[in-house]
T-cell receptor, first 114, second 111 residues
Framework: QQQVKQSPQSLIVQKGGISIINCAYENTAFDYFPWYQQFPGKGPALLIAIRPDVSEKKEGRFTISFNKSAKQFSLHIMDSQPGDSATYFCAASMLQGGSEKLVFGKGTKLTVNP | DGGITQSPKYLFRKEGQNVTLSCEQNLNHDAMYWYRQDPGQGLRLIYYSQIVNDFQKGDIAEGYSVSREKKESFPLTVTSAQKNPTAFYLC??????????FGSGTRLTVV
């Protein structure tokens, strides 16, 4: 119930294409869903996040789609660029014992070919 | 600029040796976390601390120890009991339900 399942494990997209990464969760107590972007040798950085009271959030080329009934959410990267090549982690957060607990998916390695 | 500083960036450990990884934050965050990252495994929680002088085990705490004597600092010790310590270690902090801020990581290698 604490898991977040992420797919695909790796993704190759041509420059200008759309990258789509999917995540699913079981625990309905999760109330915050961030996406992190990680470049090799660096720590993950918060990319975009959504709360379950909205179905979509867009920031530039990055969009989160959220389906509360299906317990699924996805990241769409429009007009993908070689600079977007990185590993992307979805996560789900909830309050537990007075503190925030973040559960991560296993990551998707995105490669955008020029 | 506020942020999280991890040091050293690279660390080499001999068999049977304890090593300590440093994590300092100036974000005034109460909660701090240590994660281990292995290829294909995602991020696994080692220890976390909500307040000074208090910390809890995460999913893979065996062979590790922590302390939280100051709000700004949360060092991680990898003990000789950790049989497979080679990994990328990430420290993070959070402000109540606003997601985590990560450091740039320490890569530990057993030699």
């Amino acid at each position: 119930q604490q898991q977040v399942k992420q797919s695909p494990q790796s993704l190759i997209v041509q420059k200008g294409g759309i990258s789509i990464i999917n995540c699913a969760y079981e625990n309905t107590a999760f109330d915050y869903f961030p996406w992190y972007q990680q470049f090799p040798g660096k720590g993950p950085a918060l990319l975009i996040a959504i709360r379950p009271d909205v179905s979509e959030k867009k920031e530039g080329r990055f969009t989160i789609s959220f389906n509360k009934s299906a317990k699924q959410f996805s990241l769409h990267i429009m007009d993908s660029q070689p600079g977007d090549s990185a590993t992307y982690f979805c996560a789900a957060s909830m309050l537990q014992g007075g503190s925030e607990k973040l559960v991560f998916g296993k990551g998707t390695k995105l490669t955008v070919n020029p | 600029d506020g942020g999280i500083t991890q040091s050293p960036k690279y660390l080499f450990r001999k068999e049977g040796q304890n090593v300590t990884l440093s994590c300092e934050q100036n974000l005034n965050h109460d909660a701090m976390y240590w994660y281990r990252q292995d290829p294909g495994q995602g991020l696994r929680l080692i220890y976390y601390s909500q307040i000074v002088n208090d910390f809890q085990k995460g999913d893979i705490a065996e062979g590790y120890s922590v302390s939280r004597e100051k709000k700004e600092s949360f060092p991680l010790t990898v003990t000789s009991a950790q049989k497979n310590p080679t990994a990328f270690y990430l420290c993070a902090s959070s402000l109540f339900n606003y997601g985590y801020t990560f450091g740039s990581g320490t890569r530990l290698t057993v030699v």
